[in-house]
């Protein structure tokens, strides 16, 4: 088994600006979010790996192959995106020749039997049952249990059953040569490629769709969603560092999460507050926020607020998400 994680997207519901985080590279508690699936991935037994990259692609090259140099790591740059479908069709040549593969949505956390889904027969869509249908790709099922037809985001659901972002294909070249047909033909979904169009030409086709329930999901290119998840994810291990720092003149509320070789100072850090490593933090309130690593934070009061890596903010109280290597400084 292959596992296919697009994390091409720069995290445009995070953010709409240019400079963003790469949302798979955001710290959850404690660790990106890529970590966590890539972590349940070797879990599970999965140890060959296609990651399709485009904003940011170095870092997450780099990412993968000093955290995980155990596992096979292939990486296909996406340099222009066109939705999931032309994301999954330009890894083609990695993926036609396998028997099965897993596609894995790189800005998404679940909660699933990882071994019963890859132990399925046929393919399988990971599904989770939803109250705001037309917000999601649906999968409408018979009685049977069988996908009979998959909609982006319908104006009129029939179905409360949204797809998640996690896939098991079975004869993956079928799915690459429906894509294909698909791009040739310049046929678009919402000015997108879209990889549900691909699926649907095979379920049309004959090919066998079924769906397995996805207990937890959570869809972490939405801000509010993605600080909400690090608040679960703390509450569950009850881990304030991976270090014996201590910490100047500090109050830590828990829970919180702070990397190593942090500087914190003259601050209140928490409750639910991720800090990843080299962070410098002085005179400064953080409650409810994500923070990068190698960040300078001075002076500031934040909260439900996201801070890349290598950013530096200086000044006054806001709510903000701040793109890698950036600068603020409030006068």
Same mark, same amino acid.
């Given at each position: 088994?292959?596992?296919?994680?697009?994390?091409?997207?720069?995290?445009?519901?995070?953010?709409?600006?240019?400079?963003?985080?790469?949302?798979?590279?955001?710290?959850?508690?404690?660790?990106?979010?890529?970590?966590?699936?890539?972590?349940?991935?070797?879990?599970?037994?999965? @140890?060959?790996?296609?990651?399709?990259?485009?904003?940011?692609?170095?870092?997450?090259?780099?990412?993968?192959?000093?955290?995980?140099?155990?596992?096979?790591?292939?990486?296909?740059?996406?340099?222009?995106?066109?939705?999931?479908?032309?994301?999954?069709?330009?890894?083609?040549?990695?993926?036609?020749?396998?028997?099965?593969?897993?596609?894995?949505?790189?800005?998404?956390?679940?909660?699933? @039997?990882? #071994?019963?889904?890859?132990?399925?027969?046929?393919?399988?869509?990971?599904?989770?049952?939803? @109250? @705001?249908?037309?917000?999601?790709?649906?999968?409408?099922?018979?009685?049977?249990?069988?996908?009979?037809?998959?909609?982006?985001?319908?104006?009129?659901?029939?179905?409360?059953?949204?797809?998640?972002?996690?896939?098991?294909?079975?004869?993956?070249?079928?799915?690459?040569?429906?894509?294909?047909?698909?791009?040739?033909?310049?046929?678009?979904?919402?000015?997108?490629?879209?990889?549900?169009?691909?699926?649907?030409?095979?379920?049309?086709?004959?090919?066998?769709?079924?769906?397995?329930?996805?207990?937890?999901?959570?869809?972490?290119?939405?801000?509010?969603?993605?600080?909400?998840?690090?608040?679960?994810?703390?509450?569950?291990?009850?881990?304030?560092?991976?270090?014996?720092?201590?910490? #100047?003149?500090?109050?830590?509320?828990?829970?919180?999460?702070?990397?190593?070789?942090?500087?914190?100072?003259?601050?209140?850090?928490?409750?639910?507050?991720?800090?990843?490593?080299?962070?410098?933090?002085?005179?400064?309130?953080?409650?409810?926020?994500?923070?990068?690593?190698?960040?300078?934070?001075?002076?500031?009061?934040? #909260?439900?607020?996201?801070?890349?890596?290598?950013?530096?903010?200086?000044?006054?109280?806001?709510?903000?998400?701040?793109?890698?290597?950036?600068?603020?400084?409030?006068?």
């Amino acid at each position: 088994m292959k596992a296919v994680i697009p994390v091409a997207g720069a995290g445009l519901h995070i953010r709409p600006q240019k400079q963003i985080p790469n949302t798979a590279l955001i710290p959850i508690g404690g660790k990106p979010i890529l970590a966590h699936i890539v972590d349940n991935l070797i879990n599970s037994g999965i @140890n060959e790996f296609v990651f399709i990259t485009g904003y940011l692609a170095d870092k997450i090259e780099h990412f993968i192959t000093h955290r995980y140099p155990q596992i096979q790591s292939e990486f296909v740059f996406q340099s222009k995106r066109e939705g999931l479908g032309h994301a999954i069709w330009q890894a083609g040549d990695y993926i036609r020749h396998e028997d099965e593969i897993l596609i894995v949505l790189g800005d998404t956390l679940f909660e699933v @039997n990882l #071994q019963h889904v890859l132990d399925e027969s046929y393919s399988s869509l990971g599904v989770h049952k939803v @109250n @705001n249908p037309s917000h999601f790709g649906i999968a409408e099922v018979n009685n049977k249990g069988r996908v009979i037809k998959l909609v982006e985001k319908p104006i009129m659901p029939k179905s409360n059953l949204a797809l998640v972002g996690l896939y098991k294909i079975l004869q993956p070249a079928k799915l690459v040569e429906a894509l294909d047909i698909n791009i040739k033909k310049n046929i678009r979904n919402r000015n997108e490629f879209q990889l549900i169009d691909g699926l649907m030409k095979l379920i049309e086709g004959g090919e066998i769709y079924t769906t397995f329930n996805v207990t937890n999901w959570y869809d972490c290119g939405k801000r509010e969603i993605l600080i909400r998840t690090n608040e679960l994810f703390l509450n569950r291990t009850q881990s304030n560092t991976d270090t014996n720092q201590e910490f #100047q003149n500090t109050i830590i509320k828990q829970p919180v999460y702070i990397g190593k070789d942090c500087m914190i100072s003259n601050s209140i850090i928490g409750p639910n507050v991720t800090i990843s490593e080299n962070t410098v933090v002085d005179y400064c309130i953080i409650k409810n926020s994500v923070v990068g690593s190698y960040a300078s934070l001075k002076n500031i009061v934040l #909260q439900n607020t996201i801070i890349g890596s290598d950013a530096t903010i200086h000044g006054q109280s806001q709510s903000l998400n701040l793109a890698d290597n950036s600068e603020l400084v409030f006068e």
